[in-house]
Nanobody
Framework: EVQLVEFGGGLVQAGGSLRLSCAAS????????IGWFRQAPGKEREGVSS????????YYADSVKGRFTISSDNAKNTVYLQMNSLKPEDTAVYYC???????????????WGQGTQVTVSS
């Protein structure tokens, strides 16, 4: 059974940093693509970043380029999202998702975590 568990959300002031973790189990990690998405109240789910585990190529939404960095630790089956220079508009529930197909920033991934809340105060 595939499971994704996110860690690291919380409350931070604008300009601060958080690192989210997505721990995967039940998958052959190297065969998967991992995406980070976020959803604010009343808004659609938005792709933030994604990575190909096999070659480490990252993708970023324009809204987070230069501020967020995605990385993976294949030995730990974990993907990280380092979020710097956070803004109040980054406030959302953040989800990680996994799929053997590269959906990039499209929310078509099959497996999803339960989400973790990120709140950025002004």
């Amino acid at each position: 059974e595939v499971q994704l568990v996110e860690f690291g959300g919380g409350l931070v002031q604008a300009g601060g940093s958080l690192r989210l973790s997505c721990a995967a189990s039940g998958v052959t990690f190297d065969d998967y693509f991992i995406g980070w998405f976020r959803q604010a109240p009343g808004k659609e789910r938005e792709g933030v970043s994604s990575i190909s585990i096999s070659d480490g190529i990252p993708y970023y939404a324009d809204s987070v380029k230069g501020r967020f960095t995605i990385s993976s630790d294949n030995a730990k089956n974990t993907v990280y999202l380092q979020m710097n220079s956070l803004k109040p508009e980054d406030t959302a529930v953040y989800y990680c998702a996994a799929d053997p197909i590269d959906y990039g920033l499209e929310p078509s991934y099959y497996y999803w975590g339960q989400g973790t809340q990120v709140t950025v105060s002004s």
